[in-house]
């Protein structure tokens, strides 16, 4: 097994060797995990090995018929799927964020504008863009 980085340099692993932890993981199989991400199991088995060697430590205990997790590959897995999970919000909030389905609009008034034409406005933007919040 290869070095594992410099203390202090941090590994860096992509998104597809993320998804290839948790298939494992949640699997106990690499056949089986090789189909959820539709890639062939030696390929599967590079990348694991390529995560291990990069992090230093057996994320999986292999045998002929059986894979097993190692105490580090629960934790690796599991900060994987979490890692994805925030991936994904983050990804889905800039979508909307271009889709201008969130933002900000700041508008301040004077009172008196404020219980007409500024209720009637908010009202609106509420019913067109559900997502949004509004601040009295």
Known sequence: MPKPPPHG????????QLRAVVAVAENLSFIGAAMEPKTSQPALTRTILQVEAILGVALFSRSPRQVSVTPAGRECAALAARLLTEMRRGLAAMRDL???????????????????????????????????????
């Open 9 to 16: 340099c941090p590994p860096e692993l992509s998104t597809w």
């Open 98 to 136: 271009a889709d201008q389905r969130r933002g900000q609009v700041n508008i301040a008034s004077i009172t008196s504008l404020d219980q007409g034409v500024l209720a009637a406005l908010r009202l609106a933007l509420r019913s067109r863009r559900p997502m949004r919040k509004t601040e009295e």
